[in-house]
């Protein structure tokens, strides 16, 4: 069983910036692929990003690519996203996600690849 809680959500104004944690409790976090989901009120949860296991290998989608960076730390079975430049359209509940199958490549970025979630930080962004 693994569980993960999120920190780091808040408000912060347009072009401010915010950084999310992800820990994890179990055994399967250095063998697992991380993501980053988020999901705004109406909306589908969408993929914001991604990270191997060893942390070389990294995915984005294309509404964050420059603005935020995914990171982890094996040691502190933790995951970070960095998020700069906020916008008002990255309002949204985050949360983190496990993939327990290390060699998938592309990283995967559906919600339906990923095995265990977190409950989620909330991000406001105000213009």
């Known amino acids: 069983q693994v569980h993960l809680s999120e920190s780091g959500g808040g408000f912060v104004h347009a072009g401010g910036s915010l950084r999310l944690s992800c820990a994890s409790s179990?055994?399967?976090?250095?063998?697992?692929?991380m993501g980053w989901f988020r999901q705004a009120p109406g909306k589908e949860r969408e993929f914001v990003a991604a990270?191997?296991?060893?942390?070389?290998?990294?995915r984005y989608t294309d509404s964050v690519k420059d603005r935020f960076t995914i990171s982890r730390d094996n040691v502190k079975d933790t995951v970070y996203l960095q998020m700069t430049s906020l916008k008002p359209e990255d309002t949204a509940v985050y949360h983190c996600a496990v993939n327990r199958f290390a060699g998938v490549r592309p990283l995967p970025a559906v919600p339906s690849e990923y095995d265990y979630w977190g409950q989620g930080t909330q991000v406001t962004v105000s213009s």
């Open positions: 990270i191997s296991w060893g942390g070389s290998v990294t």
């Open positions: 179990g055994r399967t976090f250095i063998t697992s692929i």
